[in-house]
């Protein structure tokens, strides 16, 4: 008798009701889910003040200035998935909530300014 | 904490991640603890298997709702993007305590030394011992000038490489217990944003203190990278 490799033949249980594998899924945090357009996808998460990647193909679809977003100037290139498209990329854009980006960079803005403090401090000789 | 940049020029690398708890914008997280249901926020004295920082507050189909942290059945579940690269540089504030936004306090000169080499204040740089800390001038002659601290008494810092100038009564210094690689831990301040610049020189959490910008009370800084990351060559 020949034999061949194993198959589980066991019947599939489908469950009714709210914990059907298909609406686990749902929750996963696997990026967009396959019903939203990028669009609506990156709209979400600019609600939410989230950190938003786009790769190349993607960056130049979003205006950041309309959803209170600003560029990462610091560091205009960012490696991860792309929010837009899903794929790993290393040139991706990155994108702050603008409140949030104060909080997370020291931007050249800053550097320059404190950079003129510190003169003026040593010129009139004391910082503040 | 900001990310300020890395070691070798490299982009910020950012990955999403499940979170233990509702962490704060900025704050170092770490491997997820036994029994946790994913990465876990640090303390103000461990960083130990470091994941990377926090750069956002999570992102799911909630739309217009920030995603809380919640073991509820059908409640979303809580991802935030990480900065993971190991050799991140990250700048953080020098405070007088645990409190964030605490400014440094100033020491004065209470007695002078002609040869630049004693910095005597009323604090007791002993207790906390600042011994391979750094001291700096905030006004005076030596303003802008700091120096490793070599020795210390329960009232003055001693230093090898004099200031310039000499210290005059009057003129005001700060000091911190970091120095370039040669303190291998900062303490963070409660909210693990900042770091707590009252505590003792290798006291704290797992960081290798890269450089200091030293200027006022409450404007100065230390540049440090997370030492003991699982992405890292050593965990």
Not at chain 1, 42 to 51: N, S, T
Not at chain 2, 6 to 27: F, M
Not at chain 2, 208 to 214: G, T
Request: neutral net charge; proline residues 4%.
């Amino acid at each position: 008798m020949e034999t061949g490799p194993e198959v589980n033949k066991s019947p599939a249980v489908i469950i009714a009701g709210k914990n059907t594998e298909a609406k686990e899924r749902m929750k996963e945090p696997r990026g967009r889910p396959v019903a939203r357009t990028s669009g609506g996808w990156i709209h979400d998460l600019c609600a939410q003040k989230a950190v938003v990647l786009l790769c190349p193909l993607c960056t130049h679809k979003f205006n950041p200035g309309r959803l209170g977003y600003v560029k990462d100037r610091c560091f205009p290139i960012a490696i991860g998935k792309c929010d837009g498209c899903d794929v790993m990329d290393n040139h991706c854009s990155a994108y702050f909530w603008e409140e949030t980006y104060k909080e997370l960079r020291d931007t050249p803005e800053e550097q320059r300014a404190r950079r003129k403090r510190r003169d003026k401090a040593i010129r009139i000789g004391h910082f503040d | 904490m900001k990310f300020y940049n890395t070691i070798g020029g490299s982009a910020p690398h950012y990955r999403r991640y499940k979170v233990a708890a509702a962490h704060a914008v900025g704050a170092p997280v770490i491997r997820t603890a036994a029994g946790a249901t994913g990465v876990t926020i640090a303390t103000t004295t461990s960083t130990a298997n470091a994941i990377g920082v926090v750069q956002d507050n999570g992102a799911d189909y909630n739309a217009g709702v920030n995603i809380p942290y919640s073991t509820t059945q059908g409640d979303v579940e809580a991802v935030y993007k990480v900065i993971i690269n190991p050799d991140a540089i990250w700048r953080l504030l020098l405070n007088e305590g645990a409190t964030d936004g605490t400014a440094l306090t100033v020491r004065t000169v209470s007695t002078a030394a002609s040869d630049g080499l004693v910095v005597t204040t009323g604090f007791d740089y002993s207790s906390p011992q600042m011994d391979e800390g750094t001291v700096w001038c905030t006004s005076g002659a030596n303003v802008g000038q700091s120096r490793k601290i070599t020795s210390t008494s329960t009232t003055a810092a001693t230093v090898i490489m004099p200031f310039l100038n000499d210290t005059v009564v009057g003129d005001t210094f700060q000091h911190a217990p970091y120095f370039v690689g040669n303190s291998p831990f900062v303490q963070l301040t409660s909210n693990l944003l900042n770091a707590d610049n009252s505590i003792a020189v290798g006291s704290g959490a797992g960081f290798s203190v890269l450089d200091l910008e030293l200027n006022g009370v409450s404007d100065s800084y230390v540049l440090a990278i997370l030492i003991d990351h699982v992405f890292g060559v050593s965990t």
